[in-house]
């Protein structure tokens, strides 16, 4: 059974850092592209960054060059750096496998989240 | 403001036929994207029910089914059932963002 476990979420200042964890298992963690995915209550769903079985990362415009996502295959881990966080990243954030059919990407499997909080 | 536009919400008796449409742009649905859809039920994550266009992931019942027209797409609910109240979120890659877009998500009610 897939299995997505995020942690590291939590209250912070803005301006500050914070580093979440997904803890993957039930699947060859090495195959697969994995994203993070956000939600407020506010906007509803927001794919915030992914990354590629080769290592290669994707960032929406609003965390561009302040979120950096990475994973460490040998032990089955996601990770989402934030820095220079805004009240606006307020969130519960999901960690999410994604598979493919004919080159076309899709979701499959989410963790439970993690709450980050930022606090003005 | 989302870039996929969704209904805020649909409702239907038990047994009554909903749609939840999808609306997007050239430059994702009609760009030749695939349309993905999601459930939330209360105080749960998000829950792959339709992938690429019409396609269900195992154990999904087939009274849920997706279609495709030009930049828009449509999620389909055939007698609905009280279980079936939950959020749906339709999902496609835009070319110009480059990222995989959301729409803003339908509330169904089962009345």
């Known amino acids: 059974e897939v299995q997505l476990v995020e942690s590291g979420g939590g209250l912070v200042q803005r301006g500050g850092s914070l580093r979440l964890s997904c803890a993957a298992s039930?699947?060859?963690?090495?195959?697969?592209?994995m994203h993070w995915v956000r939600q407020t209550t506010t906007k509803g769903l927001e794919w915030v960054s992914g990354?590629?079985?080769?290592?290669?990362?994707y960032y929406s415009v609003s965390v561009k060059g302040r979120f950096s996502i990475s994973r460490a295959n040998a032990k089955n881990s996601l990770y989402l750096q934030m820095n220079s966080l805004r009240a606006e990243d307020t969130a519960v954030y999901y960690c999410?496998?994604?598979?493919?059919?004919?080159?076309?990407?899709?979701?499959?499997?989410w963790g439970q989240g993690t709450l980050v909080t930022v606090s003005s | 403001q989302s870039v996929l536009t969704q209904p805020p919400s649909v409702s239907g008796a038990p047994g009554q036929r909903v749609t939840i449409s999808c609306s997007g742009s050239?430059?994702?649905?009609?760009?030749?994207?695939?349309v993905n859809w999601y459930q939330q039920l209360p105080g749960t994550a998000p829950k792959l029910l339709i992938n690429?266009?019409?396609n269900r992931p195992s154990g999904v019942p087939d009274r849920f089914s997706g279609s495709k027209s030009g930049t828009s797409a449509s999620l389909a609910i055939t007698g609905l059932q009280a279980e079936d109240e939950a959020h749906y979120y339709c999902?496609?890659?835009?070319?110009?963002?480059?990222?995989?877009?959301f729409g803003g998500g339908t509330k169904v009610t089962v009345l």
């Open positions: 999410a496998r994604s598979d493919h059919d004919f080159g076309q990407y899709y979701f499959d499997s």
């Open positions: 039930g699947f060859t963690f090495n195959k697969y592209a």
């Open positions: 990354i590629g079985v080769a290592g290669d990362t």
């Open positions: 050239s430059s994702n649905i009609g760009a030749g994207h695939g």
């Open positions: 690429v266009n019409n």
């Open positions: 999902q496609s890659f835009d070319s110009s963002l480059s990222g995989w877009m």
